[in-house]
């Protein structure tokens, strides 16, 4: 059973920084490429930022570029999101997403940035 557990979301103010981790099981992770999503309040789904399987590939929303950052660590079966210089208008619900035969999601974790 695919399962993607995410933490780290808090409450931070402006300009301040989290780590958003995914913890992985149930399926090869060093397989499949990952990608972050996020929920902000009374919105959408927003495309945050993918990742290929081995690492070497990323990419992130054009609005969010040099300011969040996307890794993983296949040893470890966990996918990383680093938030910096964070703005109110990142508060969201942040998700991470596998594709292994069907969409995966997590329970999400929420990031409030306010002062």
């Known amino acids: 059973e695919v399962q993607l557990v995410e933490s780290g979301g808090g409450l931070v103010q402006p300009g301040g920084s989290l780590r958003l981790s995914c913890e992985t099981s149930?399926?090869?992770?060093?397989?499949?490429?990952m990608s972050w999503v996020r929920q902000a309040p009374g919105k959408g789904l927003e495309w945050v930022s993918g990742i290929g399987a081995s690492g070497t590939i990323t990419d992130t929303a054009n609005s969010l570029k040099g300011r969040f950052t996307i890794s993983r660590d296949n040893a470890k079966n966990t996918l990383y999101l680093q938030l910096n210089s964070l703005k109110p208008e990142d508060t969201a619900v942040y998700y991470c997403?596998?594709?292994?035969?069907?969409?995966?999601w997590g329970q999400g974790t929420q990031v409030t940035v306010s002062s």
């Open positions: 997403n596998a594709y292994v035969y069907r969409n995966y």
């Open positions: 149930g399926f090869t992770f060093s397989s499949y490429s």
